[in-house]
């Protein structure tokens, strides 16, 4: 992608009694949040049904809570800890986008059974994963390879989906659907995004159609996460043949430097969650530090980590634990050490779990702070 953020979408909140903070501080704006969850339902045509929101950006219990509030009652996460959440958050569908076996695969049967209320499935991409599953509660999707070459067995092999599902039935387990996960999108230019989105759900829609001429009923086909939500918005080749089509972005919910550049504009999505961080050290003449290195804001999508707010002049640059160096242009002043700055991350969903706990803002004002609830993982026993 090379599309550049706005000038509106670079301008720092203003908030007052930030100056107590202690930083690097994650600061959640949640009026951005309601934005972002009513932007997202008004591009799904006003339908929460059609939105499973990956909860690995959300995190926080809070967050979930706001999401659910609107109508939204399925969603999936990546960990046994956000999936308990969510279910504490009262979602009724949760589906565990994630491969487990073990002691993992165990957790997660038990928290099945603490939620009896809560229908909850998991991923399967082979027949060999399937017994361990037997005499739960817990449904399986069909994981497949979109492309992205991650997980998941190859979409263009009916003959062996097909083989998987009924292993799936004839273990007594419910079969949930097929989940199709699309994040390479992220490399595609616009052009490359609007002809091979639509192009992978054409070959979903071959396969589901062959499911259907064997017999196979397909309650549900999931898609699209933040990369290509824009391009999958608008396809209803799987609706229309009568299967139920939901997508799946989670990121879009808080959103970052990455994403901004990635959704339309006109869309009206905002940033959510920032780093609020303080400058330490002026080492050079066009160089300064503040506190934020990757333990404070994820540098798992490469340099930049992240955007200075009301800055577009600063650079950062690659950081280490605790330190983020950011230069200036030659003859440029530095910021006054102790200066506060609005860090945009380039990938919100690790940054949101580096941090313990939010502070909460609502109109300029500080209201608390929330517990990242689903932060890291569960005991390893």
Not at 52 to 72: D, F, N, Y
Not at 178 to 196: M, N, V
Not at 243 to 268: A, I, K, M
Not at 282 to 289: A, D, K, L
């Amino acid at each position: 992608m090379t599309s550049v953020l706005g000038a509106e979408q670079l301008t720092a909140p203003r908030v007052r009694g930030i100056e107590s903070l202690r930083t690097p501080a994650l600061v959640l704006d949640l009026d951005a949040v309601q934005q972002n969850i009513g932007t997202t339902l008004r591009l799904l045509g006003g339908n929460p049904d059609r939105w499973r929101p990956h909860l690995k950006t959300a995190k926080l219990l809070l967050t979930m809570r706001s999401i659910r509030a609107q109508g939204v009652l399925q969603a999936k996460c990546a960990t046994p800890l956000e999936l308990e959440t969510a279910c504490s958050a009262g979602f009724e569908d949760l589906l565990l986008a994630y491969p487990v076996g073990g002691p993992q695969l165990r957790l997660v049967r038990e928290i099945a059974d603490r939620y009896p209320e809560v229908r909850i499935s998991a991923l399967v991409e082979a027949a060999d994963m399937v017994a361990a599953w037997r005499g739960s509660r817990v449904g399986l999707f069909v994981d497949l390879n979109s492309g992205m070459d991650r997980t998941g067995m190859p979409v263009e092999l009916a003959q062996d989906v097909t083989a998987l599902v009924r292993t799936i039935g004839e273990a007594g387990l419910r079969f949930g659907g097929l989940h199709f996960y699309d994040g390479h999108a992220y490399d595609f230019t616009p052009a490359e995004a609007a002809e091979r989105v639509p192009a992978g759900y054409d070959r979903l829609l071959a396969l589901a159609e062959r499911l259907r001429a064997a017999a196979i009923d397909v309650p549900e086909i999931v898609t699209a996460g933040t990369p290509a939500f824009p391009y999958a918005v608008g396809y209803r080749g799987l609706a229309e043949a009568g299967f139920r089509h939901r997508l799946s972005p989670g990121t879009v919910v808080y959103n970052d430097r990455r994403s901004l550049e990635q959704l339309p504009p006109e869309t009206g999505y905002r940033a959510a969650v920032m780093v609020l961080a303080s400058v330490v050290s002026h080492p050079t003449p066009t160089r300064f530090t503040c506190d934020a290195g990757h333990k404070a804001v994820s540098a798992d999508a490469g340099d930049p980590t992240c955007a200075v707010l009301d800055h577009p002049e600063y650079q950062p640059r690659h950081p280490s634990e605790e330190h983020l160096p950011v230069d200036v242009p030659p003859g440029a002043p530095l910021p006054p050490r102790g200066e506060l700055l609005w860090l945009l991350p380039s990938h919100v969903c690790p940054t949101v779990n580096n941090f313990d706990h939010a502070v909460v803002v609502t109109g300029g004002v500080i209201q608390g702070v929330e517990r990242v609830t689903a932060r890291g993982r569960s005991a390893p026993c």
